[in-house]
């Protein structure tokens, strides 16, 4: 019971597998739905007489439709959710790189050269510009100290890149003066 329990809340923690559960299921409830018809017309075929054959085609043929319906809705279901997963990355992915080109426009340099406060970012850590790990790296963004910070990128451990500054808020009650 208790891995059946356990199963089940791994299934609605990870979306992938609720996509895989539910495609298995539609396969094997459809596979059901033409091996119930297929029974209900082989024992249909061993009757002689109309009378006698109509039971098996209707419970064999309501039955099999019915799982064959369900298994199809299945599927559909399946196939919705991964498609909006994989649009929720790509949303998530979008919103965070408009994100990062809209920081970026604010703080323009106005084309003097100057990226004083600038860093260049990646999926989990921002560098400086001159980093190493940085070196044949394609479609890198620049963003402000104070946007890595506030997306959550930690600064790399080889270049070592500036740190945002704090605030005056977190200076001054972490000091225990009130602030005037």
């Known amino acids: ?8 809340q791994s299934l609605l923690g990870d979306s992938d597998r609720r996509v895989r559960l539910g495609r ?3 396969f094997v409830f459809v596979t059901g739905g033409f091996i119930v018809i297929a029974k209900a017309w082989d024992g249909a075929a061993s ?8 039971p098996y085609l209707l419970s064999g043929g309501f039955l099999g439709l019915g799982l064959i319906v369900t298994g199809s809705a299945l599927l559909l279901l399946s196939t919705i959710r991964s498609e909006r997963q994989v649009l929720t990355d790509i949303y998530s992915e979008t919103s965070r790189l408009l994100s990062r080109n809209l920081a970026r426009a604010q703080f323009s340099t106005n084309g003097s050269g100057e990226t004083d406060g600038q860093v260049v970012a990646t999926h989990s850590a921002y560098h400086r510009a001159e980093c190493k790990v940085l070196q044949g790296k394609q ?9 890595a910070a506030a997306e959550g990128l930690e600064p ?3 270049c070592n890149p500036p740190a945002p500054p704090k605030s005056e808020e977190a200076v001054s009650a972490g000091s225990g003066t009130p602030n005037p």
């Open 156 to 158: 790399c451990r080889v």
């Open 139 to 147: 479609g890198l963004t620049t963003v402000t100290i104070q946007q």
């Open 47 to 54: 009757i002689n007489f109309a009378q006698g054959q109509i």
């Open 1 to 8: 019971m208790k891995r059946l329990r356990a199963f089940w």
């Open 24 to 26: 298995i299921l539609g």
